[in-house]
């Protein structure tokens, strides 16, 4: 690590970023290891896995080559078992905004909160783009977002003493609520009905808080936001027939995710209705040094299924190695019977 760094922690130094911990991301941790590449991962999300991980964790897969049935959360769990021998860096909610070409031919990426990394070679396996937050339909929520309207808790710090209001009825609300509540000067969560799609006992929690007057429950929807200067006083509240101000200085609403391409548009590379073409013996882009996997990437006859993204990462990483370590030549080896592979892995 260098000293130097765009935002107030020093920038980080490696081979080899990847962006997006999705199954295609931490597979490349896997494959990248055993040609001795360190990998950096940055996922905007606040856990790894990706779309299988955010989109349909409990869902079944079938297709995954020698698991006849494997959950989208039971996939990602055994990936991050399978990459632990190579002890890989997560970033996680960070958003990659800036990827630029330094002097020397590395690259410099830059996250959302000012993080930089420098590396050789960098990944993109930013899968349908990043995870967004949906935006309530408020009029002026705008000029609110960033000083009063958050959609996400970085450092709980930040809301201590505050009189917090949360709206949504999913897990990411009824867990910030639970633990916003020791440090937040008044606590409160608006939802449309008086039915919570959470882990129940988040529920029961939420209601013994509400039953000792710790947190209040209003069943109703918010029709807008009051205040000045990007600093809330209160947000109405409409509950049956019934309207009211709710005093509150913070408001944190939680109605899930979508995703868009997001900044991965803003770097320069060629990109075909939104997804990066590449070649199919290297994974290459249009930039040498960067390559994409999985689902960002595309090429004649490109299927998007976690599958094709193994394979891909498999070619990518022999490239990728090509250039990391110039003079040096690649031995093919067999993780059954190569002692140097099974070494890497901790099984010999
Ligand atoms: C409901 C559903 C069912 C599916 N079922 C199957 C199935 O049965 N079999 C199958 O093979 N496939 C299935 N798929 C598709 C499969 O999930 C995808 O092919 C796979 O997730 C692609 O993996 P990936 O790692 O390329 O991308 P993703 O899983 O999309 O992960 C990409 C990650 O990159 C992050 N990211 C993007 N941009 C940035 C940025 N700028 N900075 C930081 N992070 C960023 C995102 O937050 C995300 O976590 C299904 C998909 C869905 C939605």
Excluded at 176 to 204: G, Q, T
């Amino acid at each position: 690590m260098s000293d130097i760094g765009i935002g107030n922690t020093p920038t980080i130094e490696t081979d080899a970023v990847i962006i997006g911990a999705g199954p295609v991301g931490l597979f490349a941790v896997f494959e990248l290891g055993l040609l001795d590449i360190k990998a950096h991962l940055i996922d905007i999300l606040d856990k790894p896995g990706g779309q299988c991980a955010e989109l349909y964790p409990e869902k079944p897969i079938y297709d995954i080559p020698a698991l006849p049935v494997i959950s989208g959360q039971g996939l990602t769990d055994n990936l991050m078992d399978q990459i632990k021998p190579f002890d890989p860096t997560f970033h996680l909610n960070q958003r990659v905004d800036q990827l630029n070409r330094l002097d020397d031919g590395r690259f410099s990426l830059v996250t959302d909160i000012g993080q930089e990394f420098i590396t050789k070679v960098v990944i993109i396996a930013a899968g349908g783009g990043s995870f967004t937050p949906k935006r309530p339909p408020l009029p002026g929520i705008e000029a609110y977002e960033g000083s009063s309207v958050f959609y996400s808790v970085r450092q709980m710090e930040q809301f201590r003493g505050k009189n917090i209001l949360i709206a949504g009825g999913g897990d990411s609300a009824l867990d910030w609520l639970l633990n916003l509540e020791p440090i937040a000067n008044s606590i409160a969560i608006v939802h449309r009905r008086d039915k919570f799609r959470a882990a129940p006992d988040s529920v029961n929690k939420m209601q013994v808080l509400v039953g000792a007057g710790r947190a209040k429950f209003h069943l109703g929807q918010i029709t807008s936001l009051n205040g000045a200067d990007g600093q809330l006083e209160s947000a109405t509240i409409k509950a049956g027939d019934e309207t009211f101000d709710y005093a509150c200085d913070t408001l944190l609403p939680f109605f899930g995710l979508t995703m868009k391409l997001g900044p991965v548009a803003d770097w320069g590379l060629n990109l075909e209705e939104n997804l990066i073409p590449v070649d199919t013996e290297k994974f290459a882009t249009s930039e040498p040094g960067i390559f994409a996997i999985g689902d960002i990437n595309t090429y004649p006859g490109k299927l998007k299924l976690i599958l094709s993204g193994f394979h891909e990462v498999a070619l990518m990483s022999q490239a990728a190695h090509h250039i990391i370590y110039p003079d040096q030549t690649i031995r093919f080896q067999y993780t059954t019977s190569s002692s140097s592979l099974q070494k890497k892995l901790g099984v010999r």
